[in-house]
C-alpha cells in the first residue's frame, strides 16, 4: 500500500471520526488574501472565501491584531455583564443598518432564529404568529430555520416541522398577497437568493413586499447573511432596492471568520424583547465581537463596498463570454461579488474541474456554479480567475468552434 500524503492523512482523520454532514474535497491549512493553500503547500485562487465569511480576505493584518490584542485582555464575558466591544459593534451596526437595536448571537441560524422569535413575540397579544417565507430560499439548519427553509431537501427526513411558515413563489407578489390573512405577521425573504441559485429579487417584488409589509402592518424581514456585509455593493443587499425592512440578520462574513452573528432591528421593533426572552451564552463575545469591528474598519478604509460593485460588474462581463461561447453555459446573474453562472448540467463537474485547475468555487443547487471571492480580489485576481475558468471550460466543452471542425471531420 502507498503511503498516504499529508492531504489525504488529513482527509482520512476526519473522514474517520467526523459526522458525514459534507461532501467535503480538498484540504485547506492556511490563507492569506485570496488564496488558500493545502498541506504540500499547493495553492488555489479561493472563490468561495468561506462562503461569503472571508470578505476582506484570509488573515487580513488588521484583523489578525484585533483578535490577538482582545485574545490576550478579554475572550468571553457573561452576557450578565457589560462589555465595550458589544455596545461598539452594536452602535456601528445600528448606524450602518436599521437604526435601531442589536442582538448578537453565533452563526447565522441563531440570527434566524432570533428574527423569527422576535416576529412571534411581537405577534402574540393578537395571535399572529404565521411568516410567509420563499420558496427555493434557506435559512440554516436548526429547526425553526429548517422549517423556513423553502427546500425540501433540507428538511427531509427531520418532520414534523414548526409550524406557522407558508411559502410563496419568489419574484412572484400576487403569491405573496395571496398567503396573508389574519394570522401573518411577517414576511422572511433573501434579497438575492445564495443557496437556491444566485437569484436576485425584482425591485418590483421587494417594493411590492415593502409596500404590503406597510400596509397589513406586517414585519419586512430580510436574510443579510449571504448577501450582506458588502457583498453586493452595499452593506446590505437591500439598500440597492431603495427599501429598508423592519428586521435583518447577519453573520458570515460579520466576524471575519470568527463565529458572530447579528439580528438588526428598526427602532419600532427594538424593545420587543426583555430580559429573559431570549439570549446567548456565546453570542457577542468579546473576541468576536472585537474581530467584526476591525473587518467593518477595513471595509470601510478599503473602499471595499464600492470596488465589490466595480469588480462585480468586471467578473459578470469576463463570465458573460463563455456564454456566448459555450452552449453548456445558459447565463450568468448575481449582484455585486455574489455570482452565479448556470450551466446546462451538472454544475459539480466544472466546480471539480476549476478546483483541480487551482481554482476554489462552490454549488448554488445542483446547475449554478458560485463564486464569492473576497471583496479585495485585485485585477490580477480577476483576470487569472477568468483565464483558470476559461481553460476548464475549454478542456470540458473543447470549444465549440472546434467541435463543429471535428464533427466534420467525423462525418
Ligand atoms: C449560510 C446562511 C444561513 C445559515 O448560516 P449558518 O451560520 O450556517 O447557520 C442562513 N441564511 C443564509 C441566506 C445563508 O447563506
Known amino acids: 500500500m502507498t503511503k498516504k500524503n499529508e492531504n489525504e492523512e488529513i482527509a482520512a482523520l476526519c473522514g474517520d471520526f467526523m459526522m458525514d454532514t459534507y461532501a467535503k474535497t480538498a484540504t485547506v491549512v492556511r490563507g492569506k488574501g485570496c488564496r488558500v493553500w493545502d498541506a504540500r503547500n499547493s495553492v488555489y485562487l479561493d472563490f468561495t472565501a468561506g462562503i461569503s465569511v472571508h470578505n476582506v480576505g484570509h488573515a487580513h493584518p488588521k484583523v489578525v491584531e484585533a483578535i490577538r490584542a482582545q485574545a490576550e485582555t478579554l475572550v468571553h464575558c457573561s452576557n450578565l455583564y457589560y462589555t465595550p466591544q458589544q455596545g461598539l459593534l452594536a452602535q456601528k451596526l445600528s448606524s450602518i443598518g436599521l437604526g435601531g437595536k442589536v442582538f448578537l448571537c453565533n452563526s447565522g441560524a441563531e440570527a434566524n432564529e432570533a428574527m423569527i422569535k422576535l416576529a412571534r413575540l411581537h405577534g402574540h397579544a393578537q395571535g399572529r404568529y404565521e411568516i410567509i417565507c420563499m420558496k427555493n430560499s434557506f435559512h440554516g439548519r436548526t429547526m425553526a430555520t429548517l422549517s423556513a427553509t423553502g427546500q425540501s431537501k433540507v428538511q427531509k427526513g427531520f418532520d414534523p416541522l414548526l409550524a406557522g411558515f407558508e411559502f410563496a413563489d419568489f419574484n412572484d407578489l400576487d403569491s405573496v398577497k395571496a398567503l396573508v390573512n389574519e394570522r401573518t405577521v411577517g414576511i422572511l425573504l433573501e434579497c438575492v437568493q445564495g443557496e437556491g441559485g444566485v437569484i436576485p429579487a425584482t425591485p418590483e417584488f421587494l417594493k411590492g413586499v415593502r409596500a404590503l409589509c406597510d400596509e397589513k402592518d406586517l414585519l419586512m424581514m430580510c436574510d443579510d447573511i449571504q448577501c450582506g456585509m458588502g457583498r453586493t455593493g452595499t ?177
Not at 453573520?251 to 471575519?256: E, H, Q, Y
Not at 473576497?374 to 471550460?393: F, N, Q, S, V, Y
Open 235 to 411: 452593506w446590505f443587499a437591500w439598500e440597492q432596492y431603495g427599501v429598508k425592512p423592519d428586521v435583518c440578520t447577519l453573520a458570515k462574513a460579520l466576524g471575519g471568520g470568527l463565529p458572530i452573528g447579528a439580528l438588526l432591528a428598526s427602532p419600532k421593533y427594538s424593545d420587543v424583547f426583555v430580559p429573559g426572552s431570549h439570549g446567548s451564552t456565546f453570542g457577542g463575545n468579546p473576541l468576536a465581537c472585537a474581530a467584526s469591528l476591525a473587518v467593518i474598519k477595513v471595509i470601510e478604509e478599503e473602499g471595499l463596498l464600492a470596488h465589490a460593485a466595480e469588480f462585480g460588474k468586471l467578473f459578470m462581463e469576463g463570465l458573460q463570454q463563455f456564454v456566448e461561447n459555450y452552449d453548456a453555459i445558459l447565463e450568468v446573474r448575481g449582484m455585486g461579488l455574489m455570482v452565479g453562472m448556470v450551466v446546462d448540467g451538472n454544475a459539480k463537474d466544472i466546480v471539480d474541474n476549476l478546483r483541480v485547475g487551482g481554482l476554489l468555487a462552490c454549488m448554488a443547487g445542483p446547475n449554478v456554479v458560485r463564486f464569492l471571492p473576497p471583496l479585495c480580489i485585485t485585477e490580477k485576481d480577476l483576470e487569472e480567475a477568468l483565464e483558470m475558468i476559461g481553460d476548464t471550460l475549454d478542456e470540458m466543452f473543447g470549444g465549440d468552434a472546434e467541435e463543429d471542425e471535428d464533427a466534420e471531420d467525423a462525418g
